[in-house]
């Protein structure tokens, strides 16, 4: 867990006069280069030690920084942590092995049975599983409201509410929540408010910001960036990721030192590649608008998207992800996907190269049609997770694909 004692308040100055572009080249990494090296070594080792058994204890006890035992803490994962916090501009973070990690320590720590959790209809479908299977087995009463409907959510909220969990924009509809509106109702319920800031990246979106206690992500995606690592992390108020530090230091859900590296890596072009992606998935969803093969294209910088106002006023950018629903629905996903040739057919997204698939195969595999259809989730639909590839080539490969619909 990043710790609030470690990073000088000198650093924290200097990082507020920086933009988010150089923040992920240089952030977080200072505390851990050794002996000259530029770049953050990857260390593989189990434990830590100490010759002297009042400094050992200082550490262990938190008086004092350093390491004890990779479970908990060590250096390369301490810099990637460093890194999303600043990025995030929160006050401490942790990583995680995984997103859903990251999700399920985060509700497993905060909620006790007989708490109150509300949330949104279609989130990501492993989300949407601790929602309806897990929780509630603990006597962890579960509310689900529909995403768009803000009146609904504070009305759930309002009557009783331990975590307020967001996802914004929503996998794989592409939907948006106001957060300053439903964090600020969190807050006057008590109610700890977590947001899934995963589609957002730091660089379109900080959460917390806009009053959120929790940005959580799945490192996996855009931050990773190359589909070659897993990992996931929150950040927010100190006491808060303590609290479900302390829950991922004994469950041991901890982030890999090499996976830790590989995220560093890649999170040095992180505003380039979300830069080019935002541009590109804008022009692609104006072209799918014209199809008439696709019935409806969901991406939130669209004049047409139900939510663009609200997007546009919480967002610096509008992300690389779409989803588009074709006419003839699941016969038609069948026929179209098979034909794109820059695109895998592959349950990730957030990646330089274009990955498609429909939620069935991806973000909703775990859930049933008819769950999905409650989710207004149709079968027709594919999610599109524009790479950064030639916009002009990923039209026409979407063009001689869609013929076939």
């Not at 007989?114 to 949407?128: A, E, H, I, Q």
Request: proline share 5%.
């Amino acid at each position: 867990m990043t710790d609030e004692r470690k990073p000088s308040t000198g650093d924290e100055a200097a990082a507020r006069d920086l933009t988010l572009d150089t923040l992920a080249v240089w952030a977080g990494e200072a505390g851990s280069l050794a002996q000259g090296a530029t770049q953050v070594p990857i260390v593989y080792s189990a434990a830590y030690g100490y010759p002297d058994v009042d400094e050992w204890l200082a550490v262990a006890l938190g008086h004092k920084p350093g390491h004890i035992y990779s479970r908990n803490t060590n250096p390369t994962v301490r810099a990637f942590e460093e890194k999303l916090r600043i990025l995030e501009g929160a006050d401490a973070s942790i990583a995680f092995a995984t997103g859903m990690a990251a999700v399920s320590n985060t509700l497993f720590a905060l909620l006790s049975p007989g708490d109150r959790v509300v949330s949104v209809k279609d989130s990501y479908g492993g989300t949407n599983r601790l929602f309806l299977d897990f929780l509630p087995r603990f006597s962890i009463e579960v509310e689900l409201c529909d995403t768009t409907d803000h009146e609904q959510i504070e009305t759930a909220v309002a009557k009783g509410c331990t975590v307020l969990y967001l996802e914004t924009p929503t996998n794989p509809t592409l939907k948006v929540v106001d957060i300053a509106r439903l964090a600020a109702c969190g807050r006057s319920a008590g109610a700890t408010v977590v947001v899934d800031n995963t589609f957002a990246t730091p660089i379109n979106q900080n959460p917390l910001a806009l009053g959120a206690d929790i940005a959580l992500h799945s490192a996996t995606k855009y931050l990773g960036g190359h589909a070659d690592v897993l990992g996931g992390g929150i950040c927010g108020a100190s006491d808060l990721v303590q609290k479900v530090y302390h829950y991922r230091e004994i469950t041991g859900a901890a982030l890999d030192p090499m996976a830790a590296f590989l995220l560093i890596r890649s999170m040095k072009t992180l505003a380039l590649r979300v830069a080019r992606q935002n541009e590109s998935a804008m022009r692609i969803a104006r072209w799918l608008e014209e199809q008439p093969a696709v019935s409806v294209v969901n991406y939130p910088g669209l004049p047409s998207h139900p939510q663009h106002e609200i997007a546009a006023r919480q967002m610096r950018g509008f992300g690389g992800m779409l989803s588009l629903g074709l006419e003839g629905g699941f016969e038609a996903v069948k026929r179209v996907l098979p034909r794109l040739r820059l695109a895998n057919r592959a349950a990730n997204l957030g990646a330089v190269e274009t990955v498609a698939g429909p939620p069935a195969t991806t973000s909703h595999v775990e859930c049933t049609p008819e769950e999905r259809a409650a989710m207004g989730i149709p079968e027709g639909l594919i999610r599109y997770s524009v790479g950064i590839e030639d916009a002009g080539d990923l039209i026409a490969d979407l063009e001689q694909a869609l013929s076939a619909a």
